[in-house]
Nanobody
C-alpha cells in the first residue's frame, strides 16, 4: 500500500502565500510524475501543476507565474508554493502521484485533500 499525506492548507488573505507539501510512503519502488489538482465547490477537479521524476514541469494557465511546483525525490515529496493568491484559488487541493509499487505495476494515488481558502 502507498499513502500520500498532505499538509499546508489554510486560510489566507488575497495576495498572501501558502506552501503545500505531500509525502508519499509505503511499498514504493519508484515515484514517477507527481502533481497537484484542485476542486472548488460545484466544479470539476482540475489540474494545477505536475512535475515528472526528471523535473519536467506543467502548469495550468491560471496559476502560471504565481505557483511553483517542486519535489524532493529522496523524500518522495512534492511541494506547491502558492504566491499572489486570489479568491478564485479557493478549493480543496489534492496531491497525486504515479507510483510503481512492490508489484512493479504503476498506479495513481491521491492524497486526502487539503482546504485552501482565500479571503478577499
Amino acid at each position: 500500500q502507498v499513502q500520500l499525506v498532505e499538509s499546508g492548507g489554510g486560510l489566507v488573505q488575497a495576495g498572501g502565500s501558502l506552501r503545500l507539501s505531500c509525502a508519499a510512503s509505503g511499498s514504493i519502488v519508484s515515484v514517477n510524475a507527481m502533481g497537484w489538482y484542485r476542486q472548488a465547490p460545484g466544479k470539476q477537479r482540475e489540474l494545477v501543476a505536475t512535475i515528472t521524476s526528471g523535473g519536467t514541469l506543467n502548469y495550468a494557465d491560471s496559476v502560471k507565474g504565481r505557483f511553483t511546483i517542486s519535489r524532493d525525490n529522496a523524500k518522495n515529496t512534492v511541494y506547491l508554493q502558492m504566491n499572489s493568491l486570489k479568491p478564485e484559488d479557493t478549493a480543496v487541493y489534492y496531491c497525486n502521484a504515479k507510483v510503481t509499487d512492490h508489484t512493479y505495476f504503476s498506479y495513481d494515488y491521491w492524497g486526502q485533500g487539503t482546504q485552501v481558502t482565500i479571503s478577499s
